[in-house]
Every structure is written in C-alpha cells, then in structure tokens.
C-alpha cells in the first residue's frame, strides 16, 4: 500500500510520476495532475496536454500565448 501524495489515500494500485528527478505517488490521475501539471498564465486552466511555452512562459495554447503577449508560437501537439 502506497499513501497518494495529493490527498494521502492508501491505495493499492498507486503509481508514481517522475519529473526532473523528483518522483511523486499518487492514487489517480486527477490528483497528479492537480499536483504536476502546470496552470495556463493565461486562462488558468490545468494543461495535460502538450501545452506551449514561450519567453519562459506556459500556456494551454498559441491563443492564449498571443493573448498574453507573446507572439511566434504555435501549437506543437
Ligand atoms: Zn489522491
Ligand atoms: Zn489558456
């Protein structure tokens, strides 16, 4: 049994993810995306997608992107 790193539920099918070193357990997907996925500057919304970034900057879309000011992106899904 493994405890979910978000909400601390032991469960026994947890899995971990691994980003950049750092590995986190977690019970289900909603809880690691609330927990890895980034937030769009923009419209605020969870990217779990493929996202785009651009002067150092994250955003779900080229839309939002441009919105925000930054210009030359485009979706790379
Ligand atoms: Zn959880
Ligand atoms: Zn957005």
Known sequence: MA???HCGN??????EITREGE???F??????IAVMAPTCEHCNV???GHGVE???RVFCCAH?????????ISDRA
């Open 3 to 5: 405890t979910c790193a």
């Open 10 to 15: 032991e469960y026994d099918k947890t899995f």
């Open 23 to 25: 590995s986190k357990t």
């Open 27 to 32: 019970d289900s997907f909603e809880c690691a």
């Open 46 to 48: 969870r990217i779990i």
């Open 54 to 56: 651009g002067d150092g």
């Open 64 to 72: 939002c992107a441009s919105e925000a000011g930054v210009s030359g």
